[in-house]
């Protein structure tokens, strides 16, 4: 009886040491997944975000190629004014209107960048929680729904970098008027970017943090808790 308690017993110890050991194995690769993913994402944002500006810069070029016909024949009117002074104002409008879509495209295009960066720290945590046996199914989704509302942001905000605002007037009673015509334009695509890609990106990307505070944490919360208000 003795002998036979004996075997059991080393036989349970041993089941305890190799359980014990595999898990310990699983663990550990899980990290190293997690590290190794988590410089792959480092490159992979460090790669999108330079593809994204270049993109624009491309963009910008095309657009004003495209409009320089429109250009000469605006400065060709401007010249053609006969008080100074609405020549000084009407160039610099014309920069302003030019230099305000090249000013918030970029902004525009640093948001989407934070964003991807957010959504990645999001991704890590969620890979890190699936490796601890969560379920983690609706982060997965959220995460996918967020990549595919940046993609299109990104896409809207390459098409009001193609845009270009130029004042269209035939005389100088309908100069001021020509401007502000144009300037209302410019503001409400803006303000149209703003509320729609640009808010759907970050509504996204904070529905997949939700997702993510609502798994059982690992170890720690993630460090992501904002995004950025535009």
Known sequence: MGKK?????????LFFVFTFSAMAQTNTFSRKDVKT???ELKNQLKDEHEAA??????????????AETRHAELKDKISKLRDEKKKQIATR????LAHLNIQ?????????NRLSE???????????????????????????????????????VEAQAKKTYIANFSSEANL????????EQLKTDLFGLRDGAMKDAREAVKNALQSLKNIPRVDEEPKATTTPSQ
Not at 6 to 13: D, G, L
Not at 53 to 66: H, S, Y
Not at 93 to 96: A, D, I, K, R, S
Not at 104 to 112: E, G, R, Y
């Open 53 to 66: 500006k270049k993109r624009l810069e491309t963009t910008r070029e095309e657009a004003k190629k495209a």
């Open 118 to 156: 957010i959504l990645g720290k999001i991704e890590l945590r969620a890979d890190k929680a699936q490796a601890a046996g969560k379920d983690v199914s609706m982060v997965k989704t959220a995460i996918q729904n967020a990549k595919t509302a940046i993609a299109t942001a990104r896409t809207a």
């Open 37 to 39: 993913k988590r410089i």
């Open 5 to 13: 308690f004996k075997s059991i017993f080393i036989v349970t110890i």
């Open 104 to 112: 918030w495209t970029n902004h525009f295009s640093n948001v989407l």
């Open 176 to 183: 001021n008027a020509a401007f502000k015509a144009v300037k």
């Open 93 to 96: 409008l014309n920069e302003q």
